[in-house]
């Protein structure tokens, strides 16, 4: 059969794009509405069932699992082949935003939307092209799952719950990434630096009551807030001062107590190097204010030992190799509670297979900070010369005349590493700005398109005959 693929994904352009902006328009983050019927909260749970909706409008066999996932199933055939994406979003800002986050709306060809890049819009250009294909009447000989989460951001509960219940794909892609191919994913770890707080002398010009910044740990802390009690007279110049000095916006209240909040800049988890960790920064304001021991052991300690380093060099934890690159470390929450006497730094480590991080955190020894590993998960490793790589890469290749970028590994986990054989397969292209996580984030209209031809022509070689 030969097929114009973006013709064809062109006759399909208006559904598309209706169906994504109703996906978008639903707020699905985590929320803490928990039922047994909204395990992520009513948010994801109502993304879920909206495109499942879709599935069943378009004639196909669907199925929700434990309220968490579910599947849209086309085509015929003993193997499975599946294709993983997720409707849950991170959190947002909405004062950061130009538009509202939740009300799609299209500005220079540009979809801006929360989960537009991040993964509404891929994962239904994946469904489409997999619609697409079905309705050309291509003879199958593979079964089709566009399996879909609802945790993708704050877990994978949804795929190891779904998994629990439902086949195993023999291989398959996600959505989920860069375009060319990511065929390898790093480790990954997540940690905790914890503070022994101590007894107080009672010499000290403010005390720390709280300080808090961050939401999910896969993100690089947009704005961080801390409320001190002390001398009021110069806190709001001596605060200016170092956010001009910084190029950062933030302010000051004072009521009962005073408040200071510093703006950074988002970025994926994964490479923090690329954002303003707004925590970090508030902290080494904090460090210049003579603060109660506890308040100043906590601080310090982020100031001389985190900040500024999303390659973990001053603790000593840092490791890079020439297949996976080097390790990263994004300080993704940051909670103090003096009353609570809580002072936690979360970390998000991405590193490449062959570093035993664990170890080297053992070795790391430093007054009044215990660190204590929360999880570990392996890498996840395809070979380049596998026909599922050199397949897509073939058909990436011919609709992009992109000949120069390659298969890469990647520091962020994504629903690959779920599949016995996945790899994670666009949709951000090369050279264009990764608005993932981010204020504003959006995805092109004609980006949208090309990757559905290419999805459609990837899935037809690789499920049809």
């Known amino acids: 059969m030969s097929i114009d693929f973006k013709k064809e994904v062109l006759n399909h352009k208006e559904d598309l794009l209706k169906d994504l902006f109703e996906l978008l328009s639903v707020r699905s983050i985590l929320g803490t509405d928990i039922?047994?019927?909204?395990?992520?909260?009513?948010?994801?749970?109502?993304?879920l069932d909206l495109i499942l909706s879709f599935g069943e409008r378009d004639?196909?066999?669907?199925?929700?699992?434990?309220?968490?996932?579910?599947?849209?199933?086309?085509?015929?055939?003993e193997e499975l082949f599946g294709?993983?994406?997720?409707?849950?979003?991170?959190?947002?800002?909405?004062?950061?935003?130009?538009?509202?986050?939740?009300?799609?709306?299209?500005?220079?060809?540009?979809?801006?939307?929360?989960?537009?890049?991040?993964d509404k819009g891929p994962t239904m250009a994946a469904y489409y092209a997999v619609k697409l294909l079905d309705k050309l009447g291509v003879k199958w000989n593979k079964r089709v799952r566009v399996i879909i989460g609802s945790d993708e951001e704050t877990g994978f509960r949804c795929v190891e719950a779904y998994f629990k219940h439902e086949e195993q794909p023999a291989s398959g892609f996600t959505p989920d990434a860069m375009f060319p191919l990511v065929y390898a994913e790093k480790a990954r770890a997540t940690?905790?630096?914890?503070?022994?707080?101590?007894?107080?002398?009672?010499?000290?010009?403010?005390?720390?009551?709280?300080?808090?910044?961050?939401?999910?740990?896969?993100?690089?802390?947009?704005?961080?807030?801390?409320e001190l009690v002390g001398e009021v007279s110069d806190i709001k110049e001596k605060f200016e001062n170092f956010l001009v000095l910084e190029k950062l916006d933030g302010e000051v209240t004072v009521e009962d107590t005073i408040k200071l909040t510093l703006k950074g800049k988002a970025?994926?988890?994964?490479?923090?190097?690329?954002?303003?960790?707004?925590?970090?920064?508030?902290?080494?304001?904090?460090?210049?204010?003579?603060?109660?021991?506890?308040?100043?052991?906590?601080?310090?300690?982020?100031?001389?030992?985190?900040?500024?380093?999303?390659?973990?060099?001053?603790?000593?934890?840092?490791?890079?190799?020439?297949?996976?690159?080097e390790a990263t470390y994004n300080y993704?929450?940051?909670?103090?509670?003096?009353?609570?006497?809580?002072?936690?730094?979360?970390?998000?480590?991405?590193?490449?297979?062959?570093?035993?991080?664990?170890?080297?955190?053992?070795?790391?020894?430093?007054?009044?900070?215990?660190?204590?590993?929360?999880?570990?998960?392996?890498?996840?490793?395809v070979p380049k010369d596998d026909e599922l790589v050199?397949?897509?890469?073939?058909?990436?290749?011919?609709?992009?005349?992109?000949?120069?970028?390659d298969a890469f590994v990647l520091g962020g986990g994504t629903y690959a590493r779920c599949l016995k054989k996945g790899v994670?397969?666009?949709?951000?292209?090369?050279?264009?700005?990764?608005?993932?996580?981010?204020?504003?984030?959006?995805?092109?209209?004609?980006?949208?398109?090309?990757?559905?031809?290419?999805y459609a022509e990837g899935i037809y070689k690789l499920c049809c005959e």
């Open 424 to 454: 994670a397969f666009g949709l951000l292209f090369p050279d264009k700005e990764d608005t993932m996580h981010q204020a504003n984030e959006y995805l092109e209209v004609e980006d949208l398109l090309l990757a559905t031809a290419i």
């Open 83 to 118: 294709i993983l994406g997720h409707v849950d979003v991170v959190p947002v800002v909405e004062a950061d935003w130009t538009s509202h986050p939740f009300k799609p709306e299209i500005r220079d060809g540009k979809i801006f939307a929360r989960g537009s890049l991040d």
């Open 59 to 77: 004639g196909y066999k669907t199925k929700l699992v434990e309220n968490k996932a579910g599947h849209i199933e086309v085509g015929q055939g």
């Open 191 to 226: 940690f905790d630096h914890k503070l022994k707080f101590v007894v107080e002398d009672g010499n000290y010009n403010y005390k720390l009551v709280k300080f808090n910044g961050g939401q999910v740990l896969n993100m690089v802390i947009a704005s961080a807030k801390a």
């Open 390 to 405: 050199t397949t897509l890469m073939d058909v990436y290749r011919k609709h992009t005349g992109d000949t120069k970028n």
């Open 35 to 47: 039922t047994e019927e909204t395990p992520f909260g009513s948010g994801p749970r109502e993304a």
């Open 267 to 325: 970025a994926h988890g994964s490479t923090p190097q690329y954002g303003v960790n707004g925590a970090t920064k508030l902290a080494e304001f904090l460090s210049t204010l003579g603060l109660d021991n506890n308040g100043k052991n906590f601080v310090d300690y982020i100031v001389e030992k985190l900040a500024n380093d999303p390659f973990g060099e001053k603790l000593g934890i840092d490791y890079s190799d020439n297949e996976m690159g």
């Open 332 to 381: 993704g929450i940051i909670d103090y509670d003096l009353l609570k006497k809580v002072g936690i730094v979360s970390t998000d480590c991405r590193h490449p297979m062959k570093f035993d991080l664990v170890a080297r955190l053992n070795g790391v020894k430093v007054d009044n900070i215990d660190i204590e590993v929360t999880s570990t998960k392996e890498a996840h490793y």
